[in-house]
Nanobody, 122 residues
Framework: QVQLVESGGGLVQAGGSLRLSCAASGRTFSRFAMGWFRQAPGKEREFVAAISQSGARTTYADSVKGRFTLSRDNAKNTAFLQMNSLKPEDTALYYC???????????????WGHGTQATVSS
């Protein structure tokens, strides 16, 4: 069992930056790949980014590629999503997750946090 707590959301102007954090409980953090999803009002939850257990591999949605960077610190049981050049369409509730990768390379989530709101004003 893994418990996840997100933080770092807030209100920022377009072009600005936010750094989201995901703190995980337990001693098994390094066994899980980590991922971020987001859900905007009236829309379905969508994949944002994922990182492998060691941090050597990352994957991003096309909409955030080149602007967002996902990293992790296994010693601190924490994952970080650095979001730069933010756009109003990035406004959403951002969820942290812990899971793994299918053999196809697709990330899947087993555990979820409660989310942190990021709002980008134009």
């Amino acid at each position: 069992q893994v418990q996840l707590v997100e933080s770092g959301g807030g209100l920022v102007q377009a072009g600005g930056s936010l750094r989201l954090s995901c703190a995980a409980s337990g001693r098994t953090f390094s066994r899980f790949a980590m991922g971020w999803f987001r859900q905007a009002p009236g829309k379905e939850r969508e994949f944002v980014a994922a990182i492998s257990q060691s941090g050597a591999r990352t994957t991003y949605a096309d909409s955030v590629k080149g602007r967002f960077t996902l990293s992790r610190d296994n010693a601190k049981n924490t994952a970080f999503l650095q979001m730069n050049s933010l756009k109003p369409e990035d406004t959403a509730l951002y969820y942290c997750s812990a899971g793994g990768f299918h053999s196809t390379g697709t990330y899947y989530a087993n555990y979820w946090g409660h989310g942190t709101q990021a709002t980008v004003s134009s």
